[in-house]
């Protein structure tokens, strides 16, 4: 596990996207870089122009699938190599609450 700290500047949001599982449409495997046009994620941490009572860290967040600035340039601890992202506030598109029941 690293090390790292990341902490945002200005109005801009650490998140960590959900992983995308791949699908299977008929007998298709989608890619999972082509299988969503929206990503969930839990925001890590927020920059000194963010209002911490409007944008909390460790809420549930949607945005969309190329949202923000990928952080690709050092190992953070994941396999997935897109999950780490910058956003700023406008790329929020809303805050999940509650629990998905089963399928």
């Not at 945005?63 to 506030?89: C, K, P």
Request: aromatic fraction near 4%; glycine fraction near 8%; charged fraction near 25%.
């Amino acid at each position: 596990m690293s090390n790292i700290e990341i902490r945002p500047t200005a109005d801009k949001i650490y998140i960590i996207l959900d992983p995308v599982a791949e699908k299977k449409v008929g007998r298709i495997l989608v890619s999972r870089t082509h299988s969503e046009t929206v990503r969930v994620g839990t925001i890590r941490a927020i920059g000194p122009e963010i209002d911490p009572e409007k944008i909390k860290v460790g809420s549930r967040v949607i945005v969309t699938y190329m949202a923000g600035i990928i952080l690709d340039l050092f190992d953070l601890g994941n396999d997935a190599v897109d999950t780490h992202r910058i956003v700023s506030e406008a790329e929020i598109l809303c805050y999940v609450t509650g629990e998905q029941n089963g399928s």
